[in-house]
């Protein structure tokens, strides 16, 4: 006999928790459903451009849905595309950029229900990032003059 389930079949429309036309996507706290799980996704057409270094104190899944990105887990690099998951580890720092060409779609895991996350930015100088921030390729639209 199955346990009874604690929780309620739940929509949460798209509006209420994805931002058209931002890099930060969507945010879906999982206690606002009263589940252990987070969804994060982050979007962009720039060359270069990913979620600095962080940590959290939980896993974290990275699922691609469009494009390729290069990832930094602890002291791997890791390159993957569509339709790929990478594991990142709780309390190892990590961050990816999009590699392109092209958009990079990445709907984000967080095994947890809120988002915990612990910025180490001033880590990940310009020698250290994978693609130079200087190199970055932007939408024909932002070299306009």
Do not use: C
Request: charged content about 20%.
């Amino acid at each position: 006999m199955p346990i009874p389930s604690k929780t309620e079949p739940a929509r949460i429309p798209a509006d209420q928790w994805q931002n058209p036309g931002q890099a930060l996507r969507g945010l879906m706290e999982g206690k606002t459903i009263g589940t252990g799980v987070t969804l994060i996704r982050f979007v962009t057409e720039i060359v270069g451009d990913g979620p600095k270094l962080h940590v959290h104190p939980y896993d974290e899944l990275f699922t691609i849905q469009e494009g390729n990105a290069r990832f930094t887990v602890g002291d791997k690099v890791i390159d993957a595309k569509a339709g790929d998951i990478i594991l990142g580890p709780a309390n190892v720092p990590h961050g990816y950029q999009n590699l392109g060409p092209g958009r990079l779609d990445s709907l984000d895991i967080h095994l947890s229900p809120q988002w915990i996350q612990y910025n180490l930015a001033d880590a990940w100088g310009p020698d250290a990032v994978l693609i130079s921030s200087e190199s970055r390729v932007r939408p024909d639209t932002d070299n306009a003059p």
